[in-house]
Nanobody
């Protein structure tokens, strides 16, 4: 299973970016998909998450500004980021809880994308 993240970049404060994550491989199902971020010198933290049923969870610091969505049929998730602030600058990582069929057994695993840089200038 591979997660491919894209959409990062440089934007001015108040601007918007949209991150995308595509999962590929021998996927049976994906329950949780989420976005984490890690700023220099800080721990990785959850930004937003969504279940296959559409239940969402947001960190307090992005509520009202970021929106997570997903397409279950395409195994993709997106993060629409509006009203960006300089403190949102970080590497953003896609994460997914994936079930694969392996040797006639269903195996659950936790997968990460490669990270995409988001830089917000003041």
């Amino acid at each position: 299973v591979q997660l491919q993240a894209s959409g990062g970049g440089l934007v001015q404060a108040g601007g918007s970016l949209r991150l995308s994550c595509a999962a590929s491989g021998s996927i049976f199902s994906i329950d949780f998909m989420g976005w984490y971020r890690q700023a220099p010198g800080k721990q990785r933290e959850l930004v937003a998450a969504i279940t296959s049923g559409g239940t969402t969870n947001y960190a307090d610091f992005v509520k009202g500004r970021f929106t997570i969505s997903r397409d279950n049929a395409k195994n993709t998730a997106s993060l629409q980021m509006n009203s960006l602030k300089p403190e949102d600058t970080a590497v953003y990582y896609c994460n997914a809880d994936v079930v694969v069929l392996r040797y006639s057994s269903y195996v659950r695993g936790d997968y990460w994308g490669q990270g995409t840089q988001v830089t917000v200038s003041s």
